[in-house]
């Protein structure tokens, strides 16, 4: 066959064709001339056999002969398209293989995405605090365990402040328990006071009106009341133990006088001194003494009662602060209602802090945050 898709011709100084893989044209004369070729780095001419062609020149030899080569035009496109097609198909593989990757990565990220919104959606909503399950340790897997965290925080939360609410109303019902109906108490002490002031019988009188007012105090719905006021509740109490134990008991007041402004909660001292009294003057042989200190530091108010009765061994202490914790309600329930209410006003930082020794006696300390009292100032807090 006369066509091919590229040939070689060593073309001599004549014009000739002195070598060639062409075979039908060996010996034949070169049908372009050499200079005209050479003037172009590249030509399309036709052929001896018609065909058309790419040609180049080389260099000429020493004997002046040239090698000329030629492409079929056909040819060369026809790879071209080829090499186009090749190319189109490889970019097509890449462009189907990035898409299955984006989708891949899509699915891989918008499923947890999801998993993540529907709890969301349903986070609090009839106590539910669901997780998501994390399994990757991407962005979107920190993003699911924090949100786990933050969904388990907000659960124990509510359930810390669910049974707070249960010792607040806990706290109250003992506070109410009590009061033993204070309101009918107080209207028959005053008679009683008026019955025995119309006999001449001052002491009598005296011990009635301390026990009214200290039952008036009861009364009271505020929860807050300035220092003043409690102390007054406090001198009616010691009045009447006084009355009872004569001079078996010495009380020392150690208050600053500044401190009367600031706001206390209603019936926080009493059952405090009652417990020293009962528990650790009274059953103590011999005298005793009684140390009520109240003073202001670094914005807070400092408490301190301090008895030097029988006092309480370690174990002891420690079967109080746990019947304080547990919320017990059998003995002392007066320290167990001070212990839970200054917990439930003013947070941890707030909690007895009791130190006994036996047969040596027992300190009770607390302090509060500074606030002076207002009379509009309203809690729900006992």
């Known amino acids: 066959s006369t066509e091919y898709s590229a040939a070689s011709y060593i073309v001599n100084e004549e014009g000739r064709i002195m070598s060639t893989n ?3 044209y060996q010996g034949t ?3 372009m001339e050499i200079q005209t070729l050479r003037e172009k780095d590249v030509a399309v001419y036709d052929m001896l056999d018609s065909t058309q062609a790419f040609y180049y020149v080389g260099n000429e030899m020493p004997n002046q002969w040239t090698l000329v080569q030629a492409v079929s035009v056909k040819e060369f496109y026809g790879n071209l398209n080829r090499q186009i097609v090749a190319v189109a198909m490889v970019v097509l593989a890449m462009l189907g293989i990035s898409i299955l990757f984006v989708w891949i990565a899509t699915l891989r990220i ?3 995405t999801r998993e993540l919104l529907e709890s969301m959606k ?5 106590n539910r605090y669901p997780r998501v399950r994390v399994v990757t340790q991407d962005e979107i897997g920190m993003i699911g365990t924090e949100y786990n965290k933050m969904a388990e925080n907000i659960e124990t939360l509510i359930e810390k402040v669910y049974k707070m609410e249960l010792a607040q109303k806990q706290a109250e019902l003992e506070f109410l328990q009590m009061q033993i109906n204070p309101h009918f108490l107080y209207n028959a002490l005053d008679t009683i006071s008026w019955k025995a002031l119309g006999e001449g019988n001052m002491d009598v009188s005296e011990m009635t009106i301390a026990l009214a007012e200290l039952l008036r105090a009861t009364i009271k719905k505020e929860s807050f009341i300035p220092l003043k ?3 007054s509740t406090v001198r009616d109490y010691l009045f009447i133990q006084e009355q009872r134990f004569g001079d078996k008991i010495t009380v020392i007041y150690q208050v600053e006088k500044e401190a009367d402004k600031y706001q206390v909660p209603n019936f926080i001292l009493q059952p405090l001194i009652e417990n020293a009294i009962i528990h650790g003057l009274e059953p103590k042989i011999g005298k005793g003494s009684l140390l009520i200190r109240i003073k202001r530091e670094s914005n807070r108010l400092y408490f301190c009662i301090e008895d030097d009765g029988e006092g309480m061994s370690e174990k002891e202490i420690g079967t109080l602060y746990q019947k304080c914790e547990e919320g017990d309600t059998g003995k002392s329930i007066g320290i167990k209602n001070v212990y839970r209410r ?8 707030s909690r007895l802090n009791i130190k006994s020794e036996k047969n040596k006696g027992t300190k009770i300390q607390f302090s509060i945050p500074l606030q002076e009292w207002k009379k509009e100032t309203k809690t729900e807090v006992l």
């Open 22 to 24: 062409n075979c039908p």
């Open 122 to 126: 349903t986070l609090g909503k009839e």
């Open 110 to 112: 918008a499923k947890p």
């Open 342 to 349: 200054l917990i439930l006003c003013y947070g941890e930082e």
């Open 29 to 31: 004369k070169f049908p």
């Open 229 to 231: 006021e409690e102390m």
